[in-house]
């Protein structure tokens, strides 16, 4: 179900390659301006048939399909929250915002502690990867408790963002990293989660007590 949801938030016109990576990652959806557009082109096929809009219903419907109330934990993050990431070094615009989303985990009230180790297997990559719509990605790699992972961040499409860059870079890595902490996209809550997508990040860019209270509920 998951994985499914993860799907429907990206393109569809991405190559197979892409495709085939989304199974085993877990995706940042697209911000607030594309699911606004979604919901536009709901209330234009309630007026107008045609094949492509009956896609774009079929995205829209799914997206909106109610998840069972267990669903708000993810199988595949780490076996524990305490982890390093290997060092990533890159320009003021990313690094500190990248660096706010490891310190806004570990102030939170949970045992997650996120370090960083030129020996870690965990690696955080912010790169351009053209051709896919989706913000950030999740990929686990073995399985517990050997589990390590790695999170991609385009900035081809986080260089979209009109405002508050520094707050989106954070916002999608915290996101993410919610992802290696157990969290699942879209939890079946009506509580603010910076899993939820579309959350506006210029307001909501750090773990919200929904978060804190999952990852305490996982790992305590
Ligand atoms: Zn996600």
């Not at 069972?68 to 990533?88: C, E, H, I, N, Q």
């Not at 030129?118 to 950030?136: D, E, K, L, R």
Request: proline share 7%.
């Amino acid at each position: 179900m998951t994985l499914r949801r993860c799907r429907d938030h990206v393109s569809r016109q991405r190559p197979a390659a892409a495709l085939q990576l989304t199974r085993t990652a877990e995706v940042h959806p697209p911000h607030r301006g594309i699911d606004s557009m979604f919901s536009v082109s709901w209330r234009r096929t309630r007026l107008r048939i045609g094949a492509t809009l009956a896609m774009t219903v079929a995205v829209v419907a799914t997206s909106f399909l109610p998840q069972p109330a267990y669903a708000t934990t993810y199988d595949r993050g780490m076996a524990l929250p305490s982890f390093a990431v290997k060092p990533y070094d890159y320009n003021s615009q990313w690094q500190g915002p990248m660096d706010r989303a490891l310190s806004s985990w570990n102030v939170t009230p949970t045992p997650v502690w996120i370090t960083k180790s030129s020996s870690a297997p965990n690696v955080i990559v912010a790169a351009q990867y053209p051709g896919v719509t989706w913000f950030g990605l999740y990929t686990p790699h073995g399985s517990k408790p050997g589990r390590y992972f790695d999170i991609k961040l385009n900035s081809l499409t986080i260089g979209t963002a009109t405002y508050y860059f520094d707050r989106f870079v954070t916002q999608v890595l915290v996101h993410e990293l919610g992802h290696s902490l157990s969290l699942v996209d879209n939890p079946a809550t009506s509580q603010r989660s910076i899993m939820t997508y579309g959350l506006d990040h210029s307001l909501y860019y750090v773990p919200q007590q929904y978060d804190i209270n999952d990852v305490n509920n996982y790992y305590g």
